[in-house]
């Protein structure tokens, strides 16, 4: 078994790795994590699929892997994960075609408040609906491809230790009753994105897909954008008694590690449902794996997106 940390990258976790024949799709895959994401797994002999909202810039990043990777398959599919017009027609664009790799890599944090297209708060309809309903309209393309291959399928969700901080609020997630708090918003996104990990993995291993949860680490991406210095000074308060958090900046390649080993490694055959960290299994809180929150986010979440 490898020997890996947070200083581990993306080519650490692929070395002798060949996933030709393997389809993946990467969401958010214009720059930062899931540019490098996308690269990596190309590299190593996947086809790769970058879905992003901003299509011309995924075919930048498209074109840029080529470069390093002659030969790379790569294809381009417009998602916008905060309208789900947008997610079910990207779904309907990939019908029939086996996917062996779902990273749920897009987010937005610290948004100013904002509602989607459908109405929903957007730190939770972009990190958590616009994901929940892309991965559970291509649940039969996740089946599809570990039929024919023999192999479990997997789903990547990238969360963030920011979880930790805030649940989820069942009774209130968009903020039609509460006070808006960008800080809580993006936590309890996160939060979710934890549980609709470990709900997919009791619902559908048997189906041959495992599912994993993820936390890159610190690392500067356009992510941050909308933060100001007020925010940044927020999240060093918030960060107390976390020594390093704020400091211990991460690469993108070793940022995006995580998310690649979740995807590809064999040690990881049997700890469906777990939470991942530094290229390790950790252990996300208790609000994010609680098996009736779970459940019952899941439910909601199908009645707000219909499904």
Known sequence: MNVFGPDTTTDDVLTGVDLTGRTALVTGATSGLGGETARALAASGATVILAARDGDAAAVVADGIREVAPGAELFVTALDLADLSSVRAAAASLDGQPIDLLINNAGVMYTPFERTADGFELQFGTNHLGHFLLTT??????E??????????????????????????????NFRERDYDKFVAYAQSKAANVLMTVELQKRHADSGIQAYAVHPGVCATGLSRYMSRDDFAEMKAMSAGKPGLLTNLKSVPAAAATSVWAATAAELDSAGGTYLADCAV????GHALDPVTAATLWELSGQLVGR
């Open 137 to 142: 309209l291509l649940l039969p393309n996740l």
């Open 144 to 173: 599809a491809a570990a039929t024919g291959s023999g192999t479990a399928s997997r789903v990547v969700t990238v969360s963030s230790d920011a979880h930790r901080a805030h649940a989820v609020d069942l009774d209130d997630p």
């Open 282 to 285: 950790g252990r996300a809180s």
